[in-house]
T-cell receptor, first 113, second 114 residues
Framework: QQQVKQSPQSLIVQKGGISIINCAYENTAFDYFPWYQQFPGKGPALLIAIRPDVSEKKEGRFTISFNKSAKQFSLHIMDSQPGDSATYFCAASGVDSSYKLIFGSGTRLLVRP | NAGVTQTPKFQVLKTGQSMTLQCAQDMNHEYMSWYRQDPGMGLRLIHYSVGAGITDQGEVPNGYNVSRSTTEDFPLRLLSAAPSQTSVYFC?????????????FGPGTRLTVT
């Protein structure tokens, strides 16, 4: 049973374009939603995270949009750059149990120059 | 700070062999976790610890043991390796608190069981 569903599996975007990755969750007890970025041969690193008390959070070119009623959240990468090419994972947990993350299956992003 | 370190980086085992994956952190984090990463499945939680002497099971604990005798170290033991345990293993640590939600991941151990 996959508690966090992520799509698409892979994404190709031209430099300067917008990359959009979507996630949906089942468990209404989740209230912490981070996105992790992973480069080949490296461990995941936290990119940005959101709590459900806000509908959007922006950090630089990266924005999380959150829809609590639909139990969905998405990552938008504006002005995508070749250096953004990586695998992106959404995740979810209770706010007091962020050491027990449930991850989505990942999206491999390729930004073409 | 070295952050989260893992050894070895690569390991090949034969079915039935045992081994320990090492994980250490120097950030004085209370919380530590082990995940495995398989293609198309994201990362899945194996075991976690909320402090020295306290461990618990995650989503996929079968075939793995852990212990936490110190704050810094959280080794993962495979008692009798199986081909299904071929994966990339990540250790992570975090400082729980009002601000401490971020999990810091190590560089991973790529394990192949033949």
């Amino acid at each position: 049973q996959q508690q966090v569903k992520q799509s698409p599996q892979s994404l190709i975007v031209q430099k300067g374009g917008i990359s959009i990755i979507n996630c949906a969750y089942e468990n209404t007890a989740f209230d912490y939603f981070p996105w992790y970025q992973q480069f080949p041969g490296k461990g995941p690193a936290l990119l940005i995270a959101i709590r459900p008390d806000v509908s959007e959070k922006k950090e630089g070119r990266f924005t999380i949009s959150f829809n609590k009623s639909a139990k969905q959240f998405s990552l938008h990468i504006m002005d995508s750059q070749p250096g953004d090419s990586a695998t992106y994972f959404c995740a979810a947990s209770g706010v007091d149990s962020s050491y027990k993350l449930i991850f989505g299956s990942g999206t491999r992003l390729l930004v073409r120059p | 700070n070295a952050g989260v370190t893992q050894t070895p980086k690569f390991q090949v085992l034969k079915t039935g062999q045992s081994m320990t994956l090492q994980c250490a952190q120097d950030m004085n984090h209370e919380y530590m976790s082990w995940y495995r990463q398989d293609p198309g499945m994201g990362l899945r939680l194996i075991h976690y610890s909320v402090g020295a002497g306290i461990t618990d099971q995650g989503e996929v604990p079968n075939g793995y043991n852990v212990s936490r005798s110190t704050t810094e170290d959280f080794p993962l033991r495979l008692l009798s390796a199986a081909p299904s345990q071929t994966s990339v293993y990540f250790c992570a640590s975090s400082l729980q608190g009002r601000r401490g939600y971020e999990q810091y991941f190590g560089p991973g151990t790529r394990l192949t069981v033949t």
